[in-house]
C-alpha cells in the first residue's frame, strides 16, 4: 500500500510517503518517527479546509515523547492534487484510513486522533470498521457547525450532487479569524497555497450524508475517547458536540480550554492541550484492556 519517502523540511523532520488506496488512488501522509521503539502510534485526520502542514509542532512534540505519528493527507486535499476537493463517497474516505490503519504494526497501541472535520471521519470509523484502533482523540470535531453555506446554496448544492457533481462551491470557512485568533497564524493561513477552499458538490454532499450516518455511529464508540475544546470556538458548537460525546458507551474525557480558539495548534507556544493528549495517551492501553 505504501511507499517511497521524502524528508521535509519541518518540524520534527518528518517524511513525505505515497500509499496507494484499493481504488488506485494515490496520496500522500507524513511521519513522523520516534526517538527509539515507539510506545504507540498516533494516526491524525485533518479538517475540511486544512491539511498535515498545519500540525508539525504538535506532531513532532508526541513523536518526541515515543510516539509514531502519522499525519494522512486526505485525497482531495493538501499536497494531493488529484481530484481536488472530491471523493466519490465518505465511505471510501473511511476505507482509505482503514486500509491505512490495517497496514500498522499490531504490536502497540493505536490511536485516531481527529481534527475538526476529521472528526466526523474518526467516529465514522468505528462504525464502519470497528476494532481497528485503542482510543479516539477528538480535537474541535466538526460534527456541529456554526458556519453553512445559506438554505438556497444548501438546495443548490444538493441539485448539483446528482446532475454536476464535480461543480465546485466555495468551502464557507475562508476566514482566517475563524480559525484562530492570532495575526501570525491568519496570516499563514491566508497565504497557504495548500489549503483547501472549495470542494465539489458532491464533497459537500456526503459530508451531510455523513452527519446522518453519525447519528447511529455514536452507539458504536467503544474504545477510550478524549475531547478537547476551545471556549472560543467560532466554527463549532461545543455544547452539542459535549453532548454528543457523551453519548459514546466507552470511557470519555472532556477538556475545554479557556480563551482558546478553534484550531488549537495555533494557540500559543506551550499551550497544554499537547501534554493533557500524552498524558491520556499513556492511559490508553489499561482503559482498552478494561473494558
Known amino acids: 500500500m505504501a511507499d517511497g519517502a521524502a524528508a521535509l523540511d519541518e518540524p520534527g523532520r518528518p517524511t513525505l510517503h505515497t500509499a496507494t488506496a484499493s481504488?488506485?488512488?494515490?496520496?500522500?501522509?507524513?511521519?513522523?518517527?520516534?526517538?527509539?521503539?515507539?510506545v504507540g502510534r498516533v494516526i491524525f485526520l485533518h479538517g475540511i479546509q486544512s491539511h498535515g502542514g498545519w500540525y508539525p509542532r504538535s506532531c513532532s512534540r508526541i513523536a518526541a515523547a515515543g510516539y509514531e505519528v502519522f499525519f494522512?493527507?486526505?485525497?482531495?486535499?493538501?499536497?494531493?492534487?488529484q481530484a481536488r476537493g472530491d471523493a466519490p463517497s465518505f465511505r471510501r474516505?473511511?476505507?482509505?484510513?482503514?486500509?491505512?490503519?490495517?497496514?500498522?504494526?499490531?504490536?502497540?497501541?493505536?490511536v485516531l486522533g481527529a481534527i475538526s472535520?476529521?472528526?466526523?471521519?474518526?467516529?465514522?470509523?468505528?462504525?464502519?470498521?470497528p476494532g481497528l484502533v485503542d482510543g479516539?482523540?477528538?480535537?474541535?470535531?466538526?460534527?456541529?457547525?456554526?458556519?453553512r453555506a445559506g438554505f438556497f446554496r444548501r438546495l443548490w448544492i444538493g441539485r448539483c450532487a446528482f446532475r454536476d457533481p464535480t461543480r465546485k462551491f466555495p468551502i464557507p470557512l475562508n476566514d482566517p479569524a475563524l480559525f484562530t485568533a492570532s495575526e501570525q497564524w491568519r496570516e499563514f493561513l491566508?497565504?497557504?497555497?495548500l489549503a483547501l477552499h472549495e470542494a465539489t458538490?458532491?464533497?459537500?454532499?456526503?459530508?451531510?450524508?455523513?452527519?446522518?450516518?453519525?447519528?447511529?455511529?455514536?452507539?458504536?464508540?467503544?474504545?477510550?475517547?478524549?475531547?478537547?475544546?476551545?471556549?472560543?470556538d467560532r466554527i463549532i458548537h461545543n455544547a452539542k458536540t459535549r453532548s454528543y460525546v457523551e453519548r459514546f458507551p466507552g470511557?470519555?474525557?472532556?477538556?475545554?480550554?479557556p480563551g482558546a480558539h478553534h484550531t488549537l495548534e495555533f494557540e500559543p507556544e506551550g499551550h497544554s492541550f499537547v501534554g493533557d493528549l500524552l498524558r491520556w495517551l499513556t492511559r490508553v492501553p489499561a482503559s482498552r484492556a478494561n473494558q
Open 23 to 38: 481504488d488506485g488512488y494515490r496520496w500522500q501522509y507524513r511521519r513522523y518517527a520516534s526517538p527509539g521503539e515507539p
Open 136 to 147: 479516539l482523540a477528538l480535537l474541535c470535531p466538526g460534527f456541529f457547525p456554526k458556519v
Open 72 to 81: 494522512l493527507e486526505r485525497r482531495g486535499c493538501g499536497l494531493n492534487t
Open 251 to 257: 470511557p470519555k474525557e472532556v477538556i475545554e480550554y
Open 190 to 193: 491566508r497565504q497557504d497555497p
Open 93 to 110: 474516505l473511511l476505507d482509505d484510513v482503514a486500509e491505512f490503519v490495517r497496514t500498522l504494526p499490531a504490536d502497540k497501541p493505536k
Open 201 to 232: 458538490a458532491r464533497m459537500l454532499f456526503l459530508s451531510n450524508s455523513l452527519d446522518i450516518y453519525l447519528r447511529r455511529a455514536k452507539r458504536r464508540v467503544t474504545v477510550p475517547t478524549l475531547l478537547l475544546l476551545a471556549e472560543h
Open 117 to 129: 472535520w476529521g472528526g466526523k471521519l474518526g467516529v465514522g470509523l468505528q462504525y464502519r470498521h
